[in-house]
């Protein structure tokens, strides 16, 4: 019985494949959970903070942070972009500081964050990032911090999610979620 449960499964996980579906997991530590920048590529000024009364708006317990004071860059692992080919990810505070979205060497989208002249604080809110005509390729982000001269010279980010799903889309867009697409 367990064989015939088996074997009925094998033509649906090819399937998948044959309409196109991309699966892949996630970037390592996209969430910054392990309390470290484990699965990123660092340079200059960025650590990861804890925000435990959610006043900088973390998802969880942990956010990466730059620096007011220097400069850097974080860099994610490639991943191959899945799901519903959205991406997503909390983003706050703003002066010189943005998140390239890349294919390769080229920037697909560079995100500053959208809401910092509306509320101009380092609370991080959501956005959500078009790129269905890009899955199934590989794709990387660039958290770049290259302004240490005012207050809101530093960047937060949190909550890398990259394979969205139809049902994370729909609640991404009810928070009022800025949408913005490469194209």
């Known amino acids: 019985l367990a064989l015939t449960a088996l074997l009925m499964l094998l033509p649906l996980a090819g399937c998948a494949e044959a309409r196109g579906y991309v699966y892949s997991p996630a970037i390592e530590n996209a969430y910054f959970e392990r309390g470290d920048l484990t699965g990123w590529t660092v340079t200059g000024d960025f650590s990861v903070t804890e925000d435990p009364d959610g006043r900088l708006g973390a998802e969880t317990r942990y956010l990466a942070q730059s620096s007011a004071e ?20 909390l983003i706050g505070a703003g002066d010189g500081c943005y998140v390239d979205v890349c294919e390769g060497d080229a920037v697909l989208l560079r995100v500053e964050n959208p809401y910092f002249a509306q509320y101009g604080d380092g609370r991080m809110r959501r956005v959500l990032i078009d790129l269905r005509p890009k899955i199934g390729q590989d794709i990387v982000l660039k958290i770049v911090d290259i302004c240490s001269d005012s207050e809101y010279s530093y960047i937060n980010v949190d909550d890398f999610d990259v394979n969205v799903t139809e049902t994370d889309l729909a609640a991404y867009k009810g928070t009022g979620a800025v949408v913005l697409s490469w194209q």
Request: avoid cysteine.
């Open 70 to 89: 220097g400069t850097g860059e974080l860099v994610s692992s490639s991943f191959t972009l899945g799901g519903t080919g959205y991406l997503s990810f």
